[in-house]
């Protein structure tokens, strides 16, 4: 079996079993087995828990998503709805042979608490035709119920989150959740970012991971990206002839519109942004110390967008101030301005 590249044995046989736990509605899926790895990140991990509230497409994929990338002990999913909850848990299950995570189990908002890492996605989806903006009041009520019914959350806890839109959510649950802002953010525009880079490397024959460019801003219709800050190989991307200003016109729209596209096809999003999620947490875990787009309150601006970050095991470690030209500062100004009006018709943030 190949794990992040490297063999892994198995010095034992690995048994899988469901058990009932504190009550009927609680089950848990885990591996017992002794297990021996040579990947040294996997030998120096640490018995983490990560709890992913809300078991709809983008949670339940995420949980999926957090098994297969063996970087927790522990994953709780939790759901209003707990029969669907169950049912995720017991599919997710049979994904354990494949994985060394050992736990996966339901449980609920107190649990979730409790984790070195919770991950928020529940929420009123995107539906076809419809901006991410416009679910921010009801979205809001429900991030602001789920943290107030979590309390008191493990002082230590890093908060991701996910749902949309997720700038304003982001400011929400900083303001409900009482922990430090670096340990509450949001997905953010890494996803975006990555839509981008792919884009990019494809158009000049580069693979993806030399590709250094970011989308900042909003997550929505305002983002924007710094080309004048990319590079690839250490050259502008600008200085590229594949890239003409036409050209990256085009390739900032599609980042923009892709999520509509998939929504329009499939109804929801869900692959990409649980691997974002999966990616996010590993940084966390090892202590990276990676450079992600992250969004997060940003005091120069009165607003919670996405700028690139310095992410640990702590969580935000640095803001990292990003050159912009005279147009993308302009542009990036109109983002806040865009989501400080958002953000000043939303009660649930703006009530004391």
């Given at each position: ?13 690995t ?21 021996a ?13 990560i709890?992913?509230?809300g078991?709809?497409?983008?949670g ?34 049979d994904?354990?042979p ?33 901006a ?23 002082p ?7 749902s ?6 982001t ?9 430090p ?18 884009s ?42 594949q ?10 729209k599609?980042t923009r ?13 869900f692959?990409g ?14 202590d990276?110390?990676?450079?992600l ?8 601006y009165?607003?919670?967008?996405s ?12 803001q990292l ?20 009006e ?11």
């Amino acid at each position: 079996m190949l794990l992040l590249g490297i063999q892994a044995t198995f010095t034992a046989p690995t048994v899988y079993r469901v058990e009932k736990l504190h009550n009927e509605n609680n089950i848990l899926c885990s591996a017992v087995g002794q297990k021996a790895f040579n990947h040294p990140e996997i030998s120096q991990m640490k018995h983490s828990t990560i709890a992913v509230i809300g078991a709809g497409n983008v949670g339940s994929t995420t949980a999926y998503a957090l098994l297969l990338s063996n970087v927790t002990g522990e994953v709780i999913l939790v759901d209003i709805d707990e029969e669907r909850c169950k049912g995720e848990v017991l599919d997710l299950s049979d994904a354990l042979p494949f994985c060394e995570a050992s736990k996966v189990r339901t449980g609920t908002t107190k649990d979730a608490a409790q984790a070195d890492i919770i991950v928020i996605t529940a929420g009123t989806p995107q539906v076809p035709g419809q901006a991410r903006t416009e679910l921010v009041e009801k979205n809001a009520q429900i991030v602001s119920t789920i943290i107030n019914q979590m309390k008191p959350i493990n002082p230590h806890a890093i908060m991701i989150i996910v749902s949309n839109p997720v700038d304003v959510m982001t400011l929400c649950a900083q303001k409900f959740s009482g922990l430090p802002k670096d340990q509450v953010f949001g997905s953010g525009t890494l996803l975006d970012t990555q839509r981008l880079r792919g884009s990019v490397a494809k158009l000049i024959g580069f693979a993806e991971q030399s590709i250094h460019a970011y989308i900042i801003g909003e997550h929505g219709d305002t983002q924007l990206p710094v080309w004048s800050s990319a590079y690839a190989g250490g050259m502008p991307l600008t200085r590229f002839p594949q890239l003409t200003s036409e050209k990256l016109d085009e390739i900032a729209k599609w980042t923009r519109k892709k999520a509509y596209e998939i929504i329009e096809c499939k109804h929801a999003t869900f692959y990409g942004i649980a691997t974002c999620v999966a990616a996010i947490c590993e940084t966390i875990i090892f202590d990276q110390k990676r450079i992600l787009p992250l969004s997060t309150y940003v005091e120069a601006y009165d607003v919670a967008f996405s700028m690139p970050v310095v992410l640990g095991e702590h969580g935000i470690e640095q803001q990292l101030s990003i050159p912009l030209s005279s147009n993308e500062k302009e542009k990036l100004e109109k983002s806040a301005e865009h989501l400080r009006e958002i953000r000043a018709l939303c009660p649930t943030l703006n009530r004391q």
